[in-house]
């Protein structure tokens, strides 16, 4: 058990919005509940009745109302709300809580100025830019594809295409042509608007050739529209509107086009690092309960608060924060690298702590981000108390990777006592955390606090049994609404069904492997495709890592297991990228070895410890256990992993060769 490092206050029922949903149930359903356990039981074991309540309490916009919550309820092919029509954008734009003059969105980066748009601004853009795709042509179901990056523009394309019943597709501009390509050939979009580039730290990233590539593999494209991002003047390329014209001034009115619960919103995609990405197809009404229920209830998001996630728009945190302001939350936009100091005139230099003084400017109350982000601070001896005034910061969230117990301790000694850290874990698939955090529990160094309201999480053993306090195969037992609708292009939901129902008939089976102990508190110890399977047990890759990680030599790590195929221990192989000027000698690697059976165990202990440049990771900084164990295996790095959905393709260079020396090695002489 890991320590308590944070305690809920004792009126936490009288502020939180936990709270006044609490109230809520007992005044209009009759319903009264101890503790958050057994609301969870409640939420889901009567998936009508808490659906519906969710529903209901945030008062959901319809043009048609529901007569139904919950037609079809086995997996997959579960039907939500089968009759109810109404959109996405509506909701959003609703905006609960904010006068038209106060700010909603407040953009910054490493290209630009700061832009902030007020809740009246917002609609008035989204008014334009809703009238500029309808003169394109854009009707229902038409997609919308944005190579741009984390700006104003992007999200009010986004509601825009939304406000249209057309669906929206981004993709990040540091995305290669082939990643971009990839997804987009799926979907066949009519409309791109790209940026032409933008900075990267003080480094400008020239993006106008790839768009022209993108825009000659795309035949499905009408039109294309440029936003001069990098260079506001340079005027847009042949054929391409400007983003002003897209945007001028027009007396249409804002109109929301009402589709079905489960008519397609945007199209994510699988990181891709494997074959062709997975186009997963979300809901306009799925997505819009889920984020409901996640921002008000577990994040306590509303109008007094301003919500923050380091994000790109090709990761699904993107599509998360966005919803803020569908609970009344300003949410707070920023592009660039958060690594680096870049000021015009002055040279860049390496920083951690540009994102906290951008929380401490933009008075921003919840502070999202990855894991290996919170980590690296640490391993810089960042303090971010001491560079930024966070007294304004109430909650933490990290996501991306599982946070282990000291660093939680780093963000409870550096942050500040008197936030909330909320570890999550959830996944493109659903587009949220389906475990994380709620104001009325406890944190403990380590563990996620709990599973989220309306997600049936369980831990199965390994002949599908649920357990408890054991490491199990993580697996979601009764339908959400955020499921997928399905994926582009799979008529009969074949690859959909393949893709979480092969295991577990009629159980989505998520393929990472999770321990849930007692009090309902969770850890994720990494990708069950991923696992290490050492003399019958089975060690997570996470806690590799923060053993690993923790030492102040490396930098970073990745470790696989190669089977035996006789049936023996097989190897397991750790690669680590050490401190500049350092070199793996055999006193380093008797310190890791050291360091792994004293924290872990003897079975933790590397066969082999090699050390490369780089580790790889794919665009939103997952790092690629599966690829690396297939190049090891044989498997050519053209086939093991799609470079484009990589960050640094170059990493893969390393494992290949280390393939073919050991193939060398082991062929007879």
Known sequence: MGDMLWTPPADVRERSRIGAYLRWLREHRGLDFADYDALWRWSTTDLDGFWRSIWDHFEVIAHTPPTATLAERGMPGARWFPDAT????????????????????????????????????????????????????????????????????TYVLLLATASLGAIFSSCAP???TRSVTDRWQ?????????????????????????VAAIRAALPSLRHTVSIGYLDPTGPAPEGALGWAELATP?????????VPFDHPLYVLYSSGTTGLPKPIVHGHGGILLEHLKMLALHHDLGPADRFFWFTTTGWMMWNFLVSGPAVGAAIVLFDGNPGVRAEPGRPAEPDLGGLWRLAAETGTTYFGTSAPYLLACRKA???????????????????GAPLPAEGFRWVYE????????????????????FVGGVPLLPVYAGEIACRALGAKVEARSADGTPVIGELGELVITEPMPSMPVGFWNDPDGTRYAEAYFDVYPGVWRHGDWITINERGGCVITGRSDATLNRGGVRLGTAEFYSVVEGLDEVLDSVVVHLEDDEGGAGELLLFVVLAEGLELDDPMRAKICRELR??????????EIHQVRSVPRTLSAKKLEVPVKKILTGTPVDQAAA???????????AFAALAQSRATDSTPA
């Not at 027009?250 to 009402?258: A, I």
């Not at 001896?381 to 996501?399: F, H, I």
């Not at 550096?414 to 949220?432: F, I, K, R």
């Not at 470079?643 to 260079?653: I, R, Y």
């Open 250 to 258: 027009t007396d249409e009115p804002l109109t929301f086009t009402p």
């Open 643 to 653: 470079k484009g959905a990589l960050v640094n393709p170059e990493s893969l260079t």
């Open 174 to 176: 540091e995305f290669g």
């Open 86 to 153: 109404l959109n996405y954008a509506e909701n959003v734009l609703r905006m609960p809580g904010r006068a038209d003059d106060d700010p909603v969105v407040i953009s910054h980066g490493q290209t630009r100025a700061p832009v902030t748009l007020t809740a009246g601004e917002l609609r008035e853009q989204v008014r334009r830019v809703s009238a500029g795709l309808r003169r394109l042509g854009v009707t229902a179901g038409d997609r919308v594809a944005a190579y741009a990056p984390n700006i104003t523009e």
């Open 414 to 433: 550096t942050v500040g006592d008197h936030v909330q850290l909320q570890s999550l874990s959830g996944g493109t698939d659903v587009c949220t955390g």
């Open 381 to 399: 001896g960042l303090v971010p108390r001491e560079v930024a005034d966070l007294s304004a910061l109430r909650g933490v969230g990290s996501t």
């Open 598 to 607: 004293t924290a872990l165990s003897p079975r933790h202990v590397p066969d």
């Open 186 to 210: 799926q979907i066949e979009p009519t409309v791109l608007v790209a940026v032409d580039g933008y900075r990267y730290g003080d480094k400008p990233v020239d993006r106008r050739a790839e």
